[in-house]
């Protein structure tokens, strides 16, 4: 049932409107740079969580590992990538990361090239996991076990494990920080209207968050406390390809303009923070300011969100230390290549169409400006200075 639905989401994202989200994104998953009004992402040397000195690679062990990651145009990716390449190699293994730019055909060449070099292991992190199926086939008939990162390898029997955030309690998370920020139970019936940028059908990550958010959601929707004036509160309405900025922004742009002439909006339910700065740059062009600025929600804690979190232009966003997620499939890579079980915590909610993959959830932690210098900074993963500089 769930391969069912999410072909059918993928089909929804190749017809849809331009004022929703999922066809829209289509065509601008290959455009050129954001527009000027859209927030930049920090410079990579800047976004980088600080990073001790790299400590000199082990001794080789003859193993390699090959690390597929699918762009470096949001920061979280680069993060991963470098961290676990630094701890694959403080290991002994010899590491190839390599990006795609989400670009799915480059993403096999590059699983094909890894599988001809003869690496020992294979860390997966997917543009578009139904494009991957033959190619992690070879890998099977190679006898190179895989390991995916962070999004589920769908429709393959080749995947040994599965290293990810609960994502449902990302979504989960988001709702209850917009039930908390928005004061839901005390506005009862009120009508606080709300607009929902979700993330892309492609990954099966973005379903199991929207059915978190909405887990919390629906209650209000349904009493009249929340309005969606658009109309759009299904994933398959809300849904952006490939998680453009550039979609979200338009989107946002269009629900303003077409439903929000005479009354203001006050939540934005994003998935993501680039979306987040995308529909920041849409509310800016509106004219709203800090008198009628909505509440925002994100995902992933990236360095401009902080900021905006700092500044009160971004309510929240969901903090996923990537650094223990890359640690953790580490372990994995190192117990599968050892003949060893790695540790896993779930056995039950990943079936990918042909195999329930054990899993191992690292647990997401809501951000606001009122916690973010206890988690953020004091948890190590940025400094004060590149917060507030």
Same mark, same amino acid.
Not at 303 to 309: C, D, F, Q, Y
Not at 334 to 339: K, T
């Given at each position: 049932?769930?391969?069912? #639905?999410?072909?059918?989401?993928?089909?929804?994202?190749?017809?849809?409107?331009?004022?929703?989200?999922? *066809?829209?994104?289509?065509?601008?998953?290959?455009?050129?740079?954001?527009? %000027?009004?859209?927030?930049?992402?920090?410079?990579?040397?800047?976004?980088?969580?600080?990073?001790?000195?790299?400590?000199?690679?082990?001794?080789?062990?003859?193993?390699?590992?090959?690390?597929?990651?699918?762009?470096?145009?949001?920061?979280?990716?680069?993060?991963?990538?470098?961290?676990? $390449?630094?701890?694959?190699?403080?290991?002994?293994?010899?590491?190839?990361?390599?990006?795609?730019?989400?670009?799915?055909?480059?993403?096999?060449?590059?699983?094909?090239?890894?599988?001809?070099?003869?690496?020992?292991?294979?860390?997966?992190?997917?543009?578009?996991?139904?494009?991957? &199926?033959?190619?992690?086939?070879?890998?099977?008939?190679?006898?190179?076990?895989?390991?995916? +990162?962070?999004?589920?390898?769908?429709?393959?029997?080749?995947?040994? +494990? +599965?290293?990810?955030?609960?994502? $449902?309690?990302?979504?989960?998370?988001?709702?209850?920080? #917009?039930?908390?920020? %928005?004061?839901?139970?005390?506005?009862? *019936?009120?009508?606080?209207? &709300?607009?929902?940028?979700?993330?892309?059908?492609?990954?099966?990550?973005?379903?199991?968050?929207?059915?978190? /958010?909405?887990?919390? /959601?629906?209650?209000?929707?349904?009493?009249?406390?929340? &309005?969606? $004036?658009?109309?759009?509160?299904?994933?398959?309405?809300?849904?952006?390809?490939?998680?453009?900025?550039?979609?979200?922004?338009?989107?946002?742009?269009? +629900?303003?303009?077409?439903?929000?002439?005479?009354?203001?909006?006050?939540?934005?339910?994003?998935?993501?923070?680039?979306?987040?700065?995308?529909?920041?740059?849409?509310?800016?062009?509106?004219?709203?300011?800090?008198?009628?600025?909505?509440? #925002?929600?994100?995902?992933?804690?990236?360095?401009?969100?902080? $900021?905006?979190?700092?500044?009160?232009?971004?309510?929240?966003?969901?903090?996923?230390?990537?650094?223990?997620?890359?640690?953790?499939?580490?372990?994995?890579?190192?117990?599968?290549?050892?003949?060893?079980?790695?540790?896993?915590?779930?056995?039950?909610?990943?079936?990918?169409?042909?195999?329930?993959?054990?899993?191992?959830?690292?647990?997401?932690?809501?951000?606001?400006?009122?916690?973010?210098?206890?988690?953020?900074?004091? *948890?190590?993963?940025?400094?004060?200075?590149?917060?507030?500089?």
């Amino acid at each position: 049932m769930k391969k069912k #639905i999410l072909s059918a989401l993928l089909s929804v994202a190749m017809v849809a409107s331009l004022l929703v989200g999922c *066809g829209a994104a289509k065509e601008e998953a290959a455009a050129p740079a954001a527009p %000027a009004a859209t927030e930049e992402a920090a410079p990579a040397e800047e976004a980088a969580a600080p990073a001790e000195e790299a400590a000199p690679a082990a001794e080789s062990n003859g193993k390699s590992v090959g690390v597929a990651m699918p762009t470096q145009s949001s920061e979280r990716w680069i993060n991963d990538g470098a961290n676990m $390449k630094k701890e694959l190699e403080a290991l002994g293994y010899t590491v190839d990361l390599q990006y795609a730019e989400d670009d799915v055909q480059a993403q096999v060449s590059q699983i094909e090239n890894m599988i001809a070099s003869g690496v020992s292991c294979l860390v997966i992190a997917a543009i578009d996991s139904s494009a991957l &199926v033959n190619v992690e086939a070879q890998a099977a008939q190679a006898g190179i076990p895989i390991i995916a +990162y962070d999004r589920l390898l769908m429709d393959t029997d080749a995947v040994s +494990y +599965y290293a990810t955030f609960d994502n $449902k309690g990302v979504g989960t998370a988001i709702g209850e920080s #917009i039930k908390a920020g %928005a004061d839901l139970d005390n506005h009862k *019936g009120e009508g606080l209207t &709300v607009e929902f940028l979700m993330g892309s059908p492609d990954d099966n990550n973005a379903l199991f968050l929207y059915n978190g /958010l909405m887990e919390v /959601l629906q209650p209000y929707l349904d009493d009249g406390t929340l &309005v969606c $004036k658009s109309g759009r509160t299904s994933f398959e309405d809300t849904c952006i390809l490939r998680w453009s900025q550039e979609t979200a922004q338009q989107n946002m742009e269009n +629900y303003l303009t077409g439903f929000y002439a005479d009354q203001k909006l006050d939540i934005v339910a994003s998935a993501f923070d680039g979306f987040a700065y995308g529909a920041k740059a849409a509310l800016e062009g509106a004219g709203y300011t800090a008198e009628d600025w909505p509440l #925002i929600t994100g995902q992933d804690c990236e360095l401009m969100a902080v $900021k905006n979190i700092a500044a009160g232009s971004q309510y929240s966003s969901i903090y996923k230390d990537t650094r223990l997620l890359a640690a953790k499939c580490v372990t994995m890579v190192q117990a599968v290549l050892e003949g060893a079980e790695p540790e896993i915590n779930d056995t039950t909610q990943y079936n990918n169409g042909k195999i329930v993959v054990p899993s191992y959830l690292c647990t997401p932690q809501n951000v606001t400006k009122e916690n973010y210098e206890e988690v953020i900074i004091g *948890g190590g993963y940025y400094t004060a200075d590149q917060i507030n500089g």
